[in-house]
């Protein structure tokens, strides 16, 4: 499961943080968690961009949303973009909250700096989609910081599971 922080909602966004959970498709449990949290600059000098909504949107979410997002150190971005990589190497699927966001964003970001997105595009999953089909489920109480990357993302794949249960659908 992959979450995104970004400075814009369209394709072309500059990515503040990146969440990546590796989870058990069958029992849902949290294998490993990983935050990344990227350089700026390299990705605004290569066009990538941010908007005045989101900016403010930002400027009204919780302090510790904001500096998990933007305060601390930020790791260059090549070495980001290879240690994702190497995260999502030979995964069975790349979830994301909603076919245009996270997954496309980050194949995006890569294209940027001139790379291929390291993982096939026909394992791109929706968590969004199956969330709404479920339509009338149980959803797990949130833990953890609101667009945390990597907090959103463990969330995410609680109401997955709940989601799968619901639908008595199995994933791989
Ligand atoms: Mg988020």
Redesign the pocket.
């Known amino acids: 499961m992959v979450?995104?922080?970004t400075l814009d909602t369209a394709t072309s966004a500059i990515v503040l943080t990146v969440?990546i959970v590796a989870f058990d498709p069958k029992t849902f449990a949290t294998l490993e968690r990983h935050h990344f949290v990227l350089q700026l600059a390299p990705q605004e000098a290569r066009g990538r961009t941010k908007s005045q909504d989101t900016m403010k949107w930002w400027a009204q979410q919780s302090e510790e949303a904001r500096t998990a997002a933007f305060g601390g150190a930020r790791t260059p971005i090549e070495t980001a973009l290879d240690e994702i990589a190497e995260v999502l190497f030979n995964t069975a699927g790349v979830w994301g909250?909603g076919a245009s966001f996270d997954n496309a964003i980050l194949a995006d970001l890569y294209r940027s700096f001139g790379r291929q997105q390291p993982w096939p595009f026909y394992l791109d999953r929706c968590f969004r989609t199956i969330r709404s089909a479920a339509n009338d489920f149980d959803e797990p109480p949130r833990e953890g910081i609101h667009?945390n990357?990597m907090h959103?993302a463990v969330h995410q794949v609680r109401v997955l599971g709940a989601a799968c249960k619901h639908l008595n659908l199995e994933i791989r």
Do not use: F, R, S
């Open positions: 979450d995104l922080e969440g909250n667009h990357a959103d």
